[in-house]
């Protein structure tokens, strides 16, 4: 079965570092590979998708992520945060299988605090 | 182009009580995916609707149940509404056909359940 482990439950950080927010998964089959972002209050956005191509898949707002097969991973990161930033992040998976939406299943989330 | 919009935004019922929340898709879309989201968690899939049809479930009792329209537009009905039943319920739309593009998901802001 798949399963989705963002391992930080929150991570704190000050205005212009770097962060990385943590995501493995496990399925025995091909995978597509989501970031969601959830600002307080709100439902979730899409920030970053894997489906294939490229293992280096890059936002507009300065986020990349990195899919890694061998280590069953999709770290987020970004070289310099801002207060803007601040929102919780949700790792998604679902199954590469043709002809259907597949369900996504998510991770517990990581709270980005940053922090003036 | 209007996203996903789901109404209402919040909602207050008592134990025992019945609710229906409502989804429109995306312009484009076809497929209707509902997933709950307690507090402090990620979501969690309920079902999905396509061609009017459930076509996939997750782990949710039958008192939780669906409609898709002509529409595309989608209905989540809850029975016996528990206390364990208050949360954040978000539809995500997406489009079938297509190679990559149907796997990805969006969201509406959801409708915050609240069971007394």
């Known amino acids: 079965a798949q399963s989705v482990t963002q391992l930080d439950s929150q991570v704190p950080v000050f205005e212009e570092a770097p962060v990385e927010l943590r995501c493995n998964y496990s399925?025995?089959?091909?995978?597509?590979l989501f970031w969601y972002v959830q600002y307080p209050n709100q439902g979730l956005q899409l920030l970053l998708k894997?489906?294939?191509?490229?293992?280096l898949v890059e936002s507009i707002n300065g986020f990349e992520a990195e899919f890694n097969k061998s280590q069953t991973s999709f770290h987020l990161r970004k070289p310099s945060v801002h207060i803007s930033d601040t929102a919780e992040y949700f790792c998604?998976?679902?199954?590469?299988?043709?002809?259907?939406?597949?369900?996504?299943?998510f991770g517990t989330g990581t709270l980005l605090a940053v922090q003036p | 182009d209007a996203g996903v919009t789901q109404s209402p935004t919040h909602l207050i019922k008592t134990r025992g009580q019945q609710v229906t929340l409502r989804c429109s898709p995306k312009?484009?879309?076809?497929?209707v995916s509902w997933y709950q989201q307690a507090l402090g968690q990620g979501p969690q899939f309920i079902f999905q609707?396509?061609?009017?049809?459930?076509?996939q479930r997750g782990n949710f009792p039958d008192r939780f149940s669906g409609h898709q329209f002509p529409n595309y537009s989608s209905e989540l009905n809850v029975n016996a509404l528990l206390l364990g039943d208050s949360a954040l319920y978000l539809c995500?739309?997406?489009?079938?056909?297509?190679?990559?593009?149907?796997?990805?998901?969006?969201f509406g802001a959801g409708t915050r359940l609240s069971v007394l």
């Open positions: 995500a739309s997406s489009f079938r056909v297509g190679l990559g593009a149907k796997n990805i998901q969006y």
């Open positions: 399925s025995s089959v091909s995978v597509y």
């Open positions: 894997y489906l294939s191509g490229s293992t």
């Open positions: 998604a998976v679902s199954e590469g299988l043709r002809g259907a939406t597949n369900k996504l299943i």
């Open positions: 312009s484009g879309h076809d497929t």
């Open positions: 609707y396509y061609e009017e049809e459930e076509r």
